[in-house]
């Protein structure tokens, strides 16, 4: 019977296309959704994962996330260096500045002065310069979706001068790094001219960037750390796990995002269940037919998990599709630089969006279930 | 065997005091080889007859047994596996599905019992053949007259060689003369010895090429035999 179940659906080409774009729909919107809200969230991770050769990242107690802490005393560098099973520990600086940019605008950025002999901290992938090129007096290097906000329009990059609070910083270098989840503007710079371009008080170290000695496992050490110094350190994947969840307990993007993840469920249900109930109700005749003639309930819900699971397939198929197009289209563009589709997002996706066509197919056939074939007699 | 033998059909519907019986024990017989037609003014109860006959409706009392079978002390599945295997049926409106041809129209009823597509639509088309419609087997419902629908729908109430057939008005959407050319097909095709057909009409045109006719009122059986029955009863 599972043919004659498919023509029944694909004869009615409105009935079948309204249903194919309501899953479709659906789909795309659900999936997209939560695949910009996992990308996001995911951006709260980046500032660390920029930073590979450090497992271990060491901070105030109180620290909260990476745009969350309170500066430490440089004494602390040394207590963490003397902790067993620590392979080195470097200074890292975070903080906020303003820029006049060209055009006369101001710009936030956030300036990060990394350690000065090893240059730990800088991102690996330069796009133009060079690592060494940061050791000049006020050299700094600029993430590329930074410097084009700060310097729209074409001509050469390297050497582009700006005022930093009040100081003349150089653009030794352009890195493609992944933007964090602030997407603000980053300088990187050495450590002791991030100190002149960010001026403050007494503390200023805002981590202690630390690698774990070979054979010593980087989450033991970090509790060494915390043990020995009354500081906190973090794992690398525990401290970028702790931002995120920071990012999903103190925004409302979780939740304004499962607003718009529940509306596309709710569109898809209503869309498909009414288009449904539809074309089960159109079929009502031809259904009690086959019933009169022999077609037993558990015959028709077969048909009907047939039409159900031929038309999720393809809705489903349709909406994925468009959902990978959408990331692979614009993960270039500065607003999404970086994404990427999830797989599991699609199979979770593709499992909700088949359960809600079956489910709605079900309640759709109740009425065919309950139908009295007598009533194609009367 | 007789191939229909009821006894005592009671059937109402409703409750309470807007209850309303239908059928008030009938008893009958109906053998194999017989075309019977069911005659009587709407309201008469022949069509909630045919639907008892045809297991599609439970009485509230009384036996049904089609070529020996109790049919309503089958359980609903069973029932429907009966009806699938037994009898052939033939709607008023045809009640063909709009998507498919002619042929898988026809073809349903093997398909539904388990036999394979090809096999079903083969069989389908060499039963339209046979009722003159063998260039439309790939044809659309739409694509048919009135006439020709009900030549598919009777192709299709034929397929898997039933051993009743039971026919709701089959003339009912069509002029004198083409009802009247259905029900002389009816009668070709049909009618075989190991099998009975008993078809609803009102129309006396074609009284003449029924081998028993029976005649309803008010529920009950006022007439059984082989002439017309009281004009009163056709009105």
Redesign the interface.
């Known amino acids: ?1 599972w ?2 179940a498919l ?2 659906l ?3 080409r409105v009935k079948y296309l309204g249903l194919l774009f309501g899953i479709g729909f659906s789909t795309l919107l659900i999936a997209q959704q939560a695949t910009l809200f996992v990308n996001l969230v995911g951006r709260a991770g980046n500032a660390v994962w920029a930073v590979p050769e450090a497992d271990i990242w060491v901070m105030d107690a109180k620290a909260v996330a990476v745009d969350g802490t309170l500066p430490l005393p440089d004494t602390d560098l040394a207590r963490v260096r003397g902790v067993p099973g620590v392979l080195w520990a470097v200074p890292h600086l975070r903080e906020g500045g303003s820029v006049r940019t060209p055009e006369g605008k101001l710009e936030r950025v956030s300036v990060i002065g990394v350690d000065d002999a090893s240059l730990i901290g800088v991102p690996a992938r330069f796009l133009e310069g060079s690592r060494e090129a940061l050791r000049a007096p006020g050299a700094i290097v600029v993430d590329e979706i930074g410097f084009r906000r700060i310097f729209p329009g074409k001509g050469a990059r390297l050497g582009r001068e700006l005022e930093l609070n009040d100081r003349r910083a150089v653009v030794a270098g352009i890195v493609d790094v992944d933007p964090t989840f602030t997407s603000g503007v980053l300088f990187y710079t050495r450590y002791a001219q991030a100190l002149e371009f960010v001026p403050g008080t007494r503390n200023r170290m805002s981590f202690i960037l630390a690698r774990a000695a070979p054979g010593e496992d980087p989450r033991e050490v970090a509790r060494r750390i915390e043990a020995a110094t009354g500081l906190k350190a973090r794992e690398r994947t525990d401290w970028v796990g702790d931002n995120i969840d920071y990012v999903i307990a103190f925004t409302g993007i979780p939740f304004n995002f499962g607003i718009t993840v529940a509306l596309g469920f709710v569109v898809g249900v209503a869309i498909v269940g009414l288009t449904f109930s539809l074309f089960i109700r159109d ?1 009502l ?2 259904f ?12 028709i819900r077969v048909m009907v998990l047939v039409q159900s699971a031929w038309i999720a397939l393809i809705g489903i198929a349709i909406g994925t599709g468009l959902a990978v197009v959408f990331i692979e289209s614009f993960n270039n563009t500065d607003q999404f630089k970086g994404f990427f589709q999830p797989w599991q997002i699609l199979a979770g996706t593709a499992l909700v969006v088949a359960l809600m066509v079956v489910a709605t197919g079900m309640l759709a056939i109740r009425g065919v279930l309950r139908l ?3 009533e ?3 | 065997m007789s191939a229909v033998e009821i006894f005592g059909i009671v059937k109402g519907f409703g409750t309470g005091e807007a209850r309303v019986q239908v059928l008030h024990g009938i008893d009958l017989a109906v053998e194999p080889g017989q075309l019977t037609y069911l005659v009587g003014e709407s309201g008469s109860g022949k ?1 909630t007859l ?2 008892i006959i ?1 297991g ?2 439970r009485p509230d009392a009384g036996r049904v047994l089609l070529f020996g079978t109790d049919v309503h002390a089958l359980p ?2 069973d029932l ?6 037994t ?1 052939g ?1 033939i ?3 045809y ?6 041809t002619a042929a ?1 129209n026809a073809a ?2 093997l ?3 388990g036999v394979p ?1 090809a096999e079903a639509i083969a069989r389908a088309e060499a039963v339209l053949e046979r009722l003159g419609l063998g260039a439309m087997a790939r044809r659309l419902p739409r694509q048919l007259s009135g006439g020709q629908q009900q030549r598919v729908a009777i192709a ?1 109430a034929l397929v898997h060689a039933p051993r009743l057939v039971v026919c ?1 008005e089959p003339t009912a959407a069509l002029d004198a003369a083409s009802g009247r050319r259905v029900m002389e097909l009816l009668r070709e095709v049909a009618l075989e010895p190991q099998r009975a057909v008993i078809i609803v009409t009102h129309d006396n045109r074609v009284f003449g090429l029924a081998d028993r006719i029976i005649g309803m009122e008010d529920g009950r059986i006022l007439h059984d035999g082989t002439t017309m029955p009281p004009e009163e009863l056709l009105a």
């Open positions: 019977m043919w004659i023509r029944m694909t004869g009615d079929n005749r031809q009690g037919a086959l019933k009169a003639i022999g077609v037993t309930n558990g015959q009295d074939p007598a194609v007699f009367r | 069509t045919i639907s045809a599609i409706l609903d599945r429907a596996l009966f009806r699938l295997a009898i049926f709607f008023q409106q009640n063909l599905i709009p998507t498919l898988e349903v009823p398909v539904a019992a597509r299709r709701d």
